[in-house]
């Protein structure tokens, strides 16, 4: 799923080409993709638009007239953008056709869970937030107070859009890394030098992957669009050396997602119970990184 770099990418290369220029047609494909119909689509063909912006992981295109049409990439979902006369590729789920160029929206597999939703006034663009606590714009003291909001794992914590907003599997990998910090970490358990620590680590690396992501896409609109980026230290890396130590990335995984960390930098060498592999292994289930290097090396 596009992250706060990601969209934050998406969203400066959208303003630049659709601000001030008219919405000519707007076309939905996907079955399921629109979820409001009120005002309806045709409310917003022939609209100026004035703008785009962020919305936790959403995009918000703004129109004249207080109209907002707001695009949830989801898991799969990805932009593109075609100068004219070149027209999109294939049968996007949705096309937008302004003055200088078309927007469309495409998602790969068969799960279809982007959203589109066309709202009028900020109230009801607000509605569509989560409420996540913005933390490049937040000091130290509000973040420390959205993580203690209750007691859960750092990586639920990370990634519950109405803690934080724009976390994501993939960042929260690379955070929890730089902090040198466990996933399972309960929040309550972290003292005040682990929060700061916390706090400049998720500040950095959502910074830093911005500026990559800024400078990869240079004038060209970004294509290239992933979770797993080269130079990420541990997301998307199981089994490859952690560049700060050299020991293997480990991963833990849950349903459809996985978790990814370094047992060395994060846990003191200790590895965390992947629940499935950890249930069929039982006692066999190697406690420590040293353990599981020796079990290798007699295989």
């Not at 918000?60 to 049409?69: N, P, R, Y």
């Not at 990805?78 to 998602?107: C, I, K, N, V, Y």
């Amino acid at each position: 799923m596009p992250e706060l770099p990601d969209v934050t990418v998406y969203v400066e290369h959208v303003e630049r080409r659709v601000r001030g220029t008219r919405l000519l047609a707007a076309r939905v494909s996907g079955p399921n993709l629109l979820r409001t119909f009120d005002p309806p689509l045709e409310a917003v063909t022939g609209a100026v638009a004035t703008g785009a912006r962020r919305v936790g992981k959403r995009i918000a295109i703004a129109f004249e007239d207080g109209l907002f049409l707001v695009i949830h990439l989801m898991v799969a979902g990805r932009l593109h953008w075609f100068d004219p006369p070149r027209p999109p590729r294939g049968r996007p789920l949705a096309a937008f056709s302004f003055e200088g160029g078309t927007l469309t929206l495409t998602e790969a597999g068969t799960k279809h869970r982007a959203s589109l939703h066309l709202v009028r006034g900020e109230p009801a663009l607000r509605a569509l937030d989560p409420g996540g606590l913005e933390v490049l714009e937040a000091p130290a003291g509000r973040f420390a107070e959205r993580l203690r909001d209750g007691d859960h794992t750092l990586k639920r914590a990370l990634t519950d859009p109405r803690h934080f907003s724009g976390i994501g599997n993939a960042y929260s990998d690379e955070i929890l890394h730089r902090a040198k910090l466990s996933p399972l970490r309960r929040t309550s358990q972290l003292d005040e030098d682990e929060v700061a620590r916390l706090f400049e680590a998720t500040r950095a690396v959502l910074i830093e992957w911005t500026d990559r992501l800024r400078t990869s896409a240079g004038e060209d609109f970004p294509e290239a669009v992933t979770a797993f980026r080269e130079g990420m230290a541990v997301h998307g890396r199981y089994r490859k050396p952690c560049p700060i130590c050299a020991a293997p990335v480990q991963r833990i995984r849950y349903a459809d997602r996985e978790t990814n960390y370094c047992a060395r930098c994060q846990t003191g060498g200790r590895l965390l119970a992947d629940r499935a592999l950890s249930r069929l292994l039982k006692r066999d289930w190697p406690r420590t990184l040293e353990e599981l290097e020796a079990r290798k090396r007699a295989t």
